[in-house]
C-alpha cells in the first residue's frame, strides 16, 4: 500500500491530515504511533473508504483506491477492524465469523470450519453470543471475520485498547504469526512499545503530519523519541 500526500478531515474547514505518506510492503507490519489528535484513526478511516480525502492518492497492489467505497476497497484486499463496535454482540462466534465472508458466501461453511481451528478459543466457543466473550477474545473474532475475507492486508485501529498486558503479548504475538503467513498489517497503537516490538517499520505522526519514520527497532531505540512519544 502507498499513500500519499493526504490530506482529510469530518468538517468543511476542519483539516485533521496535513499531507500524511506512509508504504506498506508485502508481508510487512507496519504501525502508526503518536500523540492523541495526531490523525492515525482518520487515516485509517481513509485507507479503508469510510472518509474520503481532499487531496491525496491510497493506492494498494497498483489499484488506486483514493475515494473507493468500503465494499470496493474490500474487494481488492483490504480487511479493516475498528478499535470498538467491530463484532456483532448478539450474534455468535460462528455467526460473526459466517457474516466476515460475505464476499465468499458459496465457500463460507469451509472457511468458517479452517478459522476455528486456526483459533481454538473460538472453536471453545462458536455457540456463544459474542457478547459474552472477554476482551481478548473479542478482539481475536473480530480479526479471525476480517481474515474471512482472505485480505492481503489488515487495517488495525488499537487492537489492543482495553486489554491487559498479558492479552496484548498475546495479540500482538497472534499478529506477528499472520504477517508471517504473508498478509500485510497497519496498525494504529497507543500501546507503542509493545507495538514496536512486533513490528518491522513505524511512523510517527504528529498534529496530522509525518514526524519521524524508520525502521521499529530503531525508532523504540532511539532515546529522543523515547523520552518525547514513550514514556521515558
Request: with cysteine; net charge positive; aromatic share 4%.
Amino acid at each position: 500500500m502507498e499513500v500519499r500526500d493526504v490530506v482529510a478531515g469530518y468538517g468543511a474547514s476542519d483539516e485533521i491530515l496535513k499531507g500524511v505518506s506512509l508504504a506498506v510492503g508485502e508481508r510487512e507490519l507496519v504501525c502508526i504511533i503518536g500523540p492523541n489528535g495526531a490523525g492515525k484513526s482518520t487515516l485509517l478511516k481513509v485507507v479503508a473508504g469510510l472518509l474520503r480525502p481532499r487531496r491525496g492518492t491510497v493506492a494498494f497492489a497498483g489499484n488506486v483506491l483514493t475515494g473507493a467505497p468500503p465494499r470496493q476497497i474490500a474487494r481488492a484486499g483490504v480487511a479493516y477492524v475498528a478499535q470498538e463496535q467491530n463484532v456483532f454482540p448478539s450474534l455468535t462466534v460462528r455467526e460473526n465469523l459466517l457474516v466476515g465472508s460475505y464476499l465468499h458466501p458459496a465457500s463460507a461453511e469451509q472457511r468458517c470450519r479452517s478459522m476455528m481451528e486456526r483459533f481454538p478459543v473460538l472453536r471453545e466457543r462458536k455457540d456463544r453470543a459474542a457478547r459474552t466473550l472477554s476482551g481478548g477474545q473479542r478482539q481475536t473474532l473480530a480479526v479471525a471475520a476480517a481474515l474471512m475475507a482472505e485480505p492481503r492486508m489488515l487495517v488495525l485501529d488499537e487492537p489492543s485498547a482495553g486489554l491487559s498486558p498479558k492479552v496484548t503479548e498475546e495479540l500482538f504475538a497472534t499478529l506477528a504469526g499472520i504477517r508471517a503467513q504473508g498478509v500485510s498489517i497497519l496498525m494504529v497503537e497507543q500501546n507503542a512499545l509493545a507495538a514496536l516490538a512486533v513490528a518491522d517499520r513505524a511512523y510517527i505522526f504528529v498534529l496530522g503530519r509525518n514526524e519521524r519514520e524508520g525502521a521499529a527497532a530503531a525508532i523504540a531505540a532511539d532515546p529522543e523519541i523515547r523520552r518525547v512519544f514513550l514514556g521515558g
